[in-house]
């Protein structure tokens, strides 16, 4: 079956560094999507891995390991503004999202 | 504001109800698509058209059906639902459904069945 896991919560400090792991099991795979979703908000993309490595945006940086089926989302300087849901998903072979149920990042002052 | 707007924001329905969920995309996207979000559950994908023509309907129970009359508008017609049917509703759109754009959200619509 298609299976994405991560963690349900996570805690973190303002200023900090926070790592929000994500492992994949699909039918194929055509790349990893990271959404942020505030709460009463729509998702908004951040980020689309399909070949290993990490990519950089600013604060925010995505790895992607494809023979481990692992992702991950770092997120640096860590703001209050950062406390949301992440939403992981990946791309199967029919081009169809299989999601996570998304971790919520709390961030304390 | 992502480009993609829903109404109703919030929706109590009877059972017996009808209803119709609406999403408009500015964006000049072909694909959109019909999600409902639970809590603490994954997104589920319900439906999605491809150049006005559905190309994914998984298992979705009858009594939720989608119109597409062109690309830049979506409905969910909602009839005879059940108080498990309670969620968030969002549409979404990207370029095209078969490729690995992004997609883009709109707000959605909570609904709840009494």
């Known amino acids: 079956g298609q299976n994405i896991d991560q963690p349900t919560e996570m805690t973190a400090t303002e200023g900090a560094i926070v790592q929000i792991n994500c492992t994949y099991q699909t039918s194929g795979f055509n790349g990893l999507f990271w959404y942020q979703q505030h709460a009463g908000e729509a998702p908004t993309f951040l980020s689309y891995n399909v070949l290993d490595g990490l990519e950089e945006k600013g604060r925010f940086s995505s790895f992607l390991s494809r023979s481990k089926g692992y992702s991950y989302l770092l997120l640096k300087e860590l703001q209050m503004k950062d406390s949301a849901s992440y939403l992981c998903a990946s791309l199967d072979s029919n081009y169809q999202l299989i999601w996570g149920a998304g971790t919520k990042l709390i961030i304390k002052p | 504001e992502t480009g993609v707007t829903q109404t109703p924001r919030h929706l109590v329905m009877g059972m017996t109800n009808k209803k119709s969920l609406k999403c408009e995309q500015h964006l000049g996207h072909n694909a959109m698509y019909w999600y409902k979000q639970s809590a603490k559950k994954p997104l589920e994908l319900m439906f999605v058209y491809n150049f006005k023509e559905q190309t994914e309907n998984n298992s979705v129970p009858s009594r939720f059906s989608p119109e597409c009359p062109n690309s830049s508008h979506l409905f969910l017609h909602l009839h005879t639902l059940q108080p498990e049917d309670s969620a968030l509703y969002l549409c979404?759109?990207?370029?095209?459904?078969?490729?690995?754009?992004?997609?883009?959200f709109g707000p959605g619509t909570r609904l709840t069945v009494t």
């Open positions: 979404a759109s990207s370029q095209e459904a078969s490729g690995s754009d992004e997609q883009y």
